[in-house]
């Protein structure tokens, strides 16, 4: 548990915050998604985080739009929205800044939050106000029964692309840097111990947290991301990213990662031609670094970088609106409603 955290909890206990058990964050609902779904991991790694924030759980609201991920909200012991499709985002940023005590979180998927959403999703990630994004990707609609999704890859056949999908898809770890996102981060449902560090770390950042979250789709999509969740794979198709450590990977730790000018190349550690120190080491600060081993996503000679690609900070917006409410009250006092409305023209609607 990281210092700040354990400095939140010895307070939280001081005025009597209850000590909270991933239980007590498990609903009354029955979880209706299918069976082997990659929703259940992510939702009980989540349960089991929150416990570590030492929230109380009437200041935690869970919002969703449409979608299977978008159930989150019933299955949480919390405050919670379902909300329309892709409007998630702007419902959360409303809440967020009408009260900025609360813990807001956002949950949503590849669909809801970067198709129907996506003007939204990119207007959250310049603000910074501080909310927590989770985005489950299965690069699927599973919903709406098995059409291709924004983040579908290049000739992929559904029902709705027989012949196979010709749009290039997004890469929404991309997509949030490029929308000057403050915290970035991708993890993976086959992974617990990792998706719980990061959903802790988005947690504690001050300010938008995006976690883009592999998910598997077992019914329309079935192992979209085995190839970096599966043991006999995993180790030579990803690479952990972590700040201050070099980028190692491979079943036996003999490969790596080091720029080549700005691109990035896989050298092996086996022949004595390149070591630890020529390897490229992770500054989660480093804005170029971030979208450099974001492009390696869709690189098939490359391993796919899962971790926190960025982690800064900038002034969070419901700050900013209160400084400028507290700025507003100081010059021209407080505010009067009645007065307000009879400082003008009025008419009467007969």
């Not at 490969?255 to 086996?270: A, D, M, Q, T, Y």
């Amino acid at each position: 548990m990281s210092t700040r955290v354990d400095e939140i909890v010895r307070s939280s206990q001081m005025i009597g915050i209850p000590k909270y058990i991933a239980k007590d964050f498990q609903s009354d609902q029955d979880v209706r998604w299918c069976p082997g779904c990659g929703d259940y991991s992510i939702l009980a790694q989540t349960q089991r985080v929150m416990p570590d924030l030492a929230i109380p759980r009437h200041k935690m609201v869970f919002i969703s739009g449409i979608g299977c991920s978008s159930r989150f909200p019933y299955y949480m012991n919390t405050y919670g929205l379902h909300g329309i499709h892709g409007r998630a985002t702007a419902i959360a940023s409303g809440l967020k800044i009408a009260r900025p005590d609360l813990s807001v979180w956002v949950v949503t998927g590849d669909g809801d939050g970067i198709s129907i959403g996506g003007n939204h999703f990119i207007h959250l990630m310049r603000r910074n106000l501080d909310i927590n994004v989770l985005l489950f990707n299965n690069q699927i609609y599973g919903l709406t029964k098995g059409q291709y999704s924004p983040t579908s890859e290049m000739g992929k056949v559904t029902k709705s692309t027989p012949y196979g999908s010709i749009d290039y898809p997004f890469n929404p770890v991309s997509l949030a840097l490029g929308s000057s996102a403050t915290f970035v981060a991708r993890s993976l449902d086959r992974d617990p111990k990792h998706l719980q560090g990061i959903i802790k770390r988005a947690a504690e950042h001050k300010g938008t947290s995006f976690v883009e979250i592999y998910q598997n789709c077992n019914v329309f999509n079935d192992g979209a991301f085995f190839q970096f969740t599966e043991k006999e794979t995993k180790d030579d198709s990803v690479v952990f990213i972590e700040h201050g450590k070099p980028l190692i990977f491979g079943k036996e730790k003999d490969k790596g990662i080091r720029l080549h000018g700005f691109s990035p190349e896989v050298v092996s550690l086996k022949d004595g031609k390149y070591s630890v120190s020529d390897l490229l080491v992770h500054d989660e600060k480093d804005t170029t670094l971030s979208f450099i081993l974001a492009d390696m996503t869709y690189k098939s000679h490359l391993p796919r970088p899962v971790g926190i690609f960025l982690a800064i900070d900038r002034p969070v917006y419901e700050d900013e609106v209160e400084k400028q409410i507290a700025f507003a009250k100081e010059k021209r006092g407080e505010g009067d409603i009645v007065r307000l409305l009879n400082s003008g023209d009025t008419w009467i609607v007969q």
